[in-house]
């Protein structure tokens, strides 16, 4: 879902850009300059319009590694929680059976001394 915000932005920022490059170029079309001149401009706003796409580009990049790292580092802890959450399942089930071996051998000897006190 975050993913999913993220390109959309993305996205939007980019078609920002695009735009406003598309609008300055159309504007220098019309615009009473030599051909020169005009050349010049668009050589730079090209260049211009293309650092700005890399800086975003890197942004975005950053900003996916960011959730990476955040969902690794969240896959780790709930990994480290969940072995802890069954080493405590075992532990309680081994407490379990020694209480119930304990019960049982403790049933056996009443009985036999139940037995011994019949035959006695």
């Known amino acids: 879902m975050m993913n999913d915000d993220n390109r959309d932005a993305g996205m939007a920022f980019l078609a920002f850009v695009l735009g406003a490059a598309s609008g300055a170029l159309v504007a220098l079309m019309y615009a009473p300059s030599s051909g020169r001149e005009t050349r010049a401009y668009l050589a730079r706003a ?5 650092d700005q796409a890399a800086d975003a580009a890197n942004k975005v990049g950053d ?8 969902a690794v580092t969240t ?15 075992r532990d309680a ?21 139940a037995k011994a006190q019949d035959l006695g």
């Not at 089930?93 to 001394?113: D, L, P, W």
């Open 75 to 89: 896959m780790g802890e709930w990994r480290q929680s969940a072995a802890g959450a069954v080493d405590r399942s």
């Open 46 to 50: 090209a260049q211009q319009a293309r």
């Open 63 to 70: 900003f996916v590694q960011q959730g990476r790292d955040s």
């Open 93 to 113: 089930i081994e407490q379990g059976r020694e209480a119930v071996t304990y019960a049982v051998e403790q049933g056996r000897e009443a009985y036999r001394q």
